[in-house]
């Protein structure tokens, strides 16, 4: 874990997103060798990512065709199906071929749409990313799954075993950590490695807005129902906001400092986050996370109407900082080493994804393991989210070997769900000092 800045340029194909240097030809499928070139899609969570992802594919240069949909609920489903064959994305429709037979729901509708496919979209929900992916993997597919990739350290061991079996077949597997596939992400990385800013002494990173929307209880709802048309606000679900967003900003340090923290200690409550349709996640999260060599990230998200707003990363160096947002690399008196033209030359990093993965699926390439660093970006995360519920400092290695496993052991509408909410509405929340993960 302890990288110098050689090691780093050296072993850098580990943690660039997973895209490998050289590219290997791929066991799983060889479109450019058919006649058939068509590349076919399922996607599994159909809500306004999945929606995105479909159209994001379809629009690649390849002949890709969309052939199955999965969705826990059939209106969730029904919708995407008509944003995607609208009138809008009248250019997509040809691309489109999903009989009703081939539009499944409820909780087993991954395992029949799978099948269908030669790609993956996972796009539910984070906490069935493992289960998902793990059987994306088994059938041979090449996947395109969002982050985060788990909610519990039990998630990201099932992850970065299905990455190795991954790997073993190589299968192509993209995690939509999409600053990987930013030009400007990409030129500031490529400068740090080339020792622009020297070696880093510490880094920021910020997710602080103003929340997100809230689907109030129905009468005659189930727990389940209420709780998946909720899930940002349950961890076995979301895996809390420093999970579900501030995951991207830590991603691009622990892509900075090629490694992973060490432990992670902080502080994080639910200040406004207050009363009925607020399930048990915090609003606000302050961590640092301590890397190998002593490098401290400051990291801090919360979801707060009317505060100070920011998403960004800064990393600071022995001779310069980089400001990621700005695209800018100065020097400690502030004068420029490198701006990127932002204006002229960023991209739109969703489509890079989808362009990039389906080009090298076309080709019969193996270019991309994304999904070990979207596991331990995503751990990382939940390192910080045990260190602030606990308030103690939590290690890494335990955590990681710990088997917490929050996940609902029965997955049905009418399931006893392990987490309630109260007479009033309210559901139990962590109390640092009181909340315990180790003994
Ligand atoms: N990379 C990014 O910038 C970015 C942006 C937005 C969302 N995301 C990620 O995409 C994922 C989905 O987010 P979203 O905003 O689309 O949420 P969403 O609620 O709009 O969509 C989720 C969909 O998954 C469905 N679903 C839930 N459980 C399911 C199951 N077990 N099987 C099949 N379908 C199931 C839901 O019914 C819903 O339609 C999250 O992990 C989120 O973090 C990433």
């Not at 290690?395 to 997955?411: F, H, Q, R, V, Y």
Request: charge should be neutral; glycine fraction near 8%; charged fraction near 25%.
């Amino acid at each position: 874990m302890n990288f110098n800045r050689r090691d780093f340029v050296k072993s850098t194909s580990i943690i660039t997103g997973g895209l490998l240097t050289t590219p290997f030809l791929s066991e799983a499928s060889f479109f450019n060798s058919n006649s058939d070139d068509t590349i076919k899609i399922a996607v599994i969570g159909c809500g306004g990512r999945g929606t995105g992802a479909v159209v994001q594919a379809l629009s690649t240069k390849q002949n890709v065709k969309l052939v199955a949909m999965a969705d826990a609920f059939k209106d969730r489903l029904n919708q995407c199906y008509e944003n995607i064959t609208s009138d809008d994305q009248a250019h997509l429709k040809a691309k489109i071929n999903v009989p009703e037979d081939h539009k499944f729901t409820g909780f087993d509708a991954y395992l029949k749409a799978i099948p269908l496919a030669d790609v993956v979209i996972l796009t539910t929900p984070p906490g069935f990313r493992p289960m998902h992916f793990e059987a994306a993997v088994n059938a041979g597919k090449h996947i395109f799954m969002e982050k985060p990739v788990a909610t519990d350290p039990a998630g990201i061991q099932r992850v970065l075993a299905a990455a190795e079996k991954a790997k073993a077949k190589k299968l192509n597997v993209v995690v939509g950590l999409q600053r990987h596939y930013q030009n400007s992400y990409r030129e500031l990385m490529k400068r740090l490695q080339d020792g622009m800013v020297g070696d880093i002494v510490s880094a920021s990173a910020w997710w602080n807005n103003d929340g997100v929307w809230t689907n109030p209880r129905k009468p005659g709802q189930t727990e389940m129902d209420y709780q998946m048309r909720n899930w940002y606000y349950f961890n076995w679900l979301c895996g809390d906001h420093i999970t579900e967003q501030h995951i991207h900003n830590i991603d691009v340090i622990n892509w900075a400092k090629n490694g992973y923290p060490v432990r992670a200690r902080g502080t994080g409550g639910r200040e406004v986050r207050k009363g009925k349709d607020t399930g048990e996640i915090f609003d606000h999260h302050l961590v640092e996370f301590e890397y190998a060599d002593g490098t401290i990230l400051n990291s801090q998200c919360r979801h707060m109407k009317g505060t100070w707003a920011k998403v960004d990363e800064l990393v600071v160096g022995t001779k310069g900082k980089i400001q990621f947002d700005a695209a800018k690399i100065t020097d400690h008196k502030g004068n420029s080493l490198y701006a990127f033209d932002k204006k002229n030359k960023e991209n739109q990093p969703y489509q890079t994804e989808h362009d990039e993965l389906f080009e090298a699926i076309a080709k019969g390439e193996y270019k991309f393991a994304d999904a070990e660093n979207g596991a331990k970006s995503t751990m990382t995360s939940i390192l910080g989210r045990m260190a602030t519920y606990s308030g103690q400092v939590i290690e890494w290695d335990k955590a990681i070997n710990s088997g917490i496993d929050i996940m609902p052991k029965t997955l049905a509408w009418d399931a006893d769900m392990p987490l309630k909410p109260d007479a009033n509405g309210n559901y139990p929340v962590a109390i640092p000092g009181k909340t315990k993960y180790f003994s």
